[in-house]
C-alpha cells in the first residue's frame, strides 16, 4: 500500500492520523492508509485514476486499495490542517524529510497509558477511541457516549473503515469491548448482541459468554491478518440462533454462523472474496478438531483449500482461550502434514494408500 504513495512525489504529502502513529511506533501499517496532501483535489486527481468521491466522511477522497483504502485529505496551506478528537492524533509524518510534526504538543502523551477523553462534539471521536484502543493499547475514561440515534447514523463506509482499523490492532478486543460495552454493536450489528448473552459452560470456556470467548481468541494471533481476526469475531456468531439438541449444546451453529457472517458483511460492503473466505473458515472452524476422526476423502477438499492453514491458525486461537490445551491442533497439523506429503506423490492416494496396491490387489 505504501508504495501506492510512489505516484504524490510530485506533491508534499504526510502519513496522518492512525498511520502517523504507525510509523511512530514502528508497527505495520494497516489495512487503511490516512495521508494529508498539500495541493488541491484536482492536482490528486491528476496523479490517480481510480479515485472515490466523496473518499468518507471527513476525507476528500479515497483510493481502493484490497479491503481497505487509502484516505486523501487535501490542503492548501498549514492554516488548513484537520484537527482530530484526540491530540495524539494530530501527529504528522513526513516520510521525506522522515520527520514527525507534533501540532499539538502531545509528545508526553504518545507513550502514556490512559488517554484524557478527547473532544465529544464530533461523533467520530467514539470511533478514533475505539481504534486507539485497539491499535495502540490506550485506555480512554470518561467520554461520553453518542446518543443510540448518532450511532445509527454512522455511514455505512465509516463503520467498514473503523471496523478494519480496530481488527488489525494488536489489541483488538479492546476496541471491540468498548463498541459492545457503549452500544455500536446493538446499534449497527444487532445480529452480533446476543453473542454477549450466550453462556459458555465453564468446564471448557472459562473466559464467560460467547462475545467474551471470541475477544478472547484474539489474544493467540500470531499477526493481525484481517481474514483470520474477521473469522475468530464471527466464529462462534451462530451459537445463539442454534438449537440444544442432547448431543450437542449448539447445533449446526457452524453453517448459522456462516450465513450471519455473509449478511453483515455484505452489509458492510466487504468484497465478495473476502466474504467467502471468512464464510469458508466460519463454516468449518470445528473440523480441524474432527481431523484425525474423519476418512480422507470427506476431509480431503477441505484441506486441498488454500485457506486450510488459516484455518488450522483459528483453531489454535480457539482453543487457546479454553481448558482444552493445544493437543487438538497438534493432532490436526499433524493429519494435515500426512496428506500433503501424499497429495503430492504420484504413487500414493490422498490417505497413504499405495495406488498400485489399491488398484492391481
Not at 47 to 58: I, V
Request: hydrophobic share 35%.
Amino acid at each position: 500500500m505504501v508504495q501506492q504513495l510512489q505516484a504524490l512525489l510530485p506533491l508534499p504529502y504526510y502519513l496522518t492520523s492512525f498511520s502517523a502513529l504507525d510509523r511512530y511506533f514502528r508497527r505495520p501499517y494497516g489495512q487503511n492508509l490516512y495521508v494529508t496532501v498539500r495541493g488541491s483535489l484536482v492536482d490528486l486527481a491528476r496523479l490517480h485514476g481510480e479515485l472515490e468521491y466523496p473518499g468518507a466522511e471527513d476525507w476528500d477522497a479515497a483510493l481502493p486499495s484490497g479491503e481497505g483504502h487509502i484516505y486523501y485529505r487535501c490542503i492548501e496551506d498549514s492554516a488548513d490542517f484537520a484537527r482530530f478528537g484526540f491530540a495524539v492524533l494530530d501527529l504528522l509524518f513526513d516520510p521525506r524529510a522522515d520527520t514527525f510534526y507534533d501540532r499539538s504538543d502531545a509528545y508526553q502523551l504518545l507513550r502514556a497509558t490512559d488517554l484524557p477523553a478527547g473532544s465529544s462534539d464530533n461523533p467520530a471521536t467514539f470511533w478514533e477511541a475505539a481504534v486507539l484502543s485497539a491499535r495502540y493499547g490506550y485506555s480512554i475514561e470518561g467520554l461520553e457516549t453518542p446518543p443510540r440515534e448518532a450511532l445509527r447514523t454512522t455511514p455505512v463506509d465509516a463503520q467498514r473503515r473503523s471496523l478494519i482499523d480496530i481488527l488489525c490492532g494488536s489489541y483488538a478486543w479492546k476496541g471491540l469491548r468498548r463498541l459492545m460495552n457503549h452500544g455500536a454493536v446493538e446499534a449497527l450489528w444487532p445480529e452480533l448482541q446476543p453473542m454477549n448473552g450466550t453462556v459458555h459452560s465453564k468446564e471448557e470456556h472459562p473466559e464467560g459468554n460467547v462475545w467474551q470467548h471470541s475477544l478472547e481468541t484474539l489474544r493467540y494471533r500470531k499477526a493481525n491478518d484481517l481474514t483470520l481476526t474477521m473469522a475468530l469475531l464471527l466464529h462462534d456468531a451462530g451459537k445463539p440462533y442454534a438449537r440444544k439438541t442432547r448431543d450437542r449444546a449448539f447445533d449446526k451453529h457452524a453453517e448459522i454462523g456462516a450465513r450471519t457472517a455473509v449478511s453483515l458483511l455484505r452489509r458492510l460492503k466487504f468484497s465478495q472474496q473476502f466474504i467467502d473466505d471468512v464464510a469458508w473458515l466460519v463454516r468449518n472452524h470445528m473440523l480441524p478438531g474432527n481431523l484425525h476422526r474423519l476418512p480422507t476423502y470427506r476431509s480431503e477438499k477441505a484441506m486441498a483449500s488454500p485457506l486450510f492453514p488459516l484455518l488450522l491458525e483459528l483453531y489454535r486461537c480457539d482453543l487457546s482461550s479454553t481448558y482444552r490445551g493445544p493437543d487438538g491442533y497438534y493432532r490436526a497439523c499433524k493429519v494435515y502434514r500426512s496428506f500433503l506429503k501424499h497429495q503430492s506423490n504420484p504413487f500414493r492416494a490422498a490417505d497413504g494408500k499405495k495406488l498400485l496396491k489399491l488398484y492391481v490387489e
